[in-house]
């Protein structure tokens, strides 16, 4: 009952920053909890971040944390991801997904969420 759609993906040199956006439509999308994930190629769709439908909680994978920054504004049904300090591990193809009913514990299972966006695609490349 929701779409996401990514965008703010390109290209960034290591150390630079890049805002990812995430445009949800759906009239439950204030209650969802959203999450980050990315996928490199050849390799598994990882945990990113993830932030609690009020935004009150926010989760971070020990590579990213420090690093990346994830918000929301239930009234403009946005959320980001701030990504500084970037490096070439970065490099991925990164999703937006929403949660219909977050369990509290589990924010970081690919099968957690119920949504996703098509993707957009984060090179950290010099």
């Given at each position: 009952?929701?779409?996401?759609?990514?965008?703010?993906?390109?290209?960034?040199?290591?150390?630079?920053?890049?805002?990812?956006?995430?445009?949800?439509?759906?009239?439950?999308?204030?209650?969802?909890?959203?999450?980050?994930?990315?996928?490199?190629?050849?390799?598994?769709?990882?945990?990113?971040?993830?932030?609690?439908?009020?935004?009150?909680?926010?989760?971070?994978?020990?590579?990213?944390?420090?690093?990346?920054?994830?918000?929301?504004?239930?009234?403009?049904?946005?959320?980001?991801?701030?990504?500084?300090?970037?490096?070439?591990?970065?490099?991925?193809?990164?999703?937006?997904?929403a949660d219909r009913m977050p369990r509290g514990s589990t924010w970081y299972l690919l099968d957690e969420?119920?949504?996703?966006?098509?993707?957009?695609?984060?090179?950290?490349?010099?």
């Amino acid at each position: 009952q929701v779409q996401l759609v990514e965008s703010g993906g390109g290209l960034v040199p290591p150390g630079g920053s890049l805002r990812l956006s995430c445009e949800a439509s759906g009239r439950t999308f204030s209650s969802y909890a959203m999450g980050w994930f990315r996928q490199a190629p050849g390799k598994e769709r990882e945990f990113v971040a993830a932030i609690t439908w009020n935004g009150g909680g926010t989760y971070y994978a020990d590579s990213v944390k420090g690093r990346f920054t994830i918000s929301r504004d239930n009234a403009k049904n946005m959320v980001w991801l701030q990504m500084n300090s970037l490096k070439p591990e970065d490099t991925a193809v990164y999703y937006c997904a929403a949660d219909r009913m977050p369990r509290g514990s589990t924010w970081y299972l690919l099968d957690e969420y119920d949504y996703w966006g098509q993707g957009t695609q984060v090179t950290v490349s010099s």
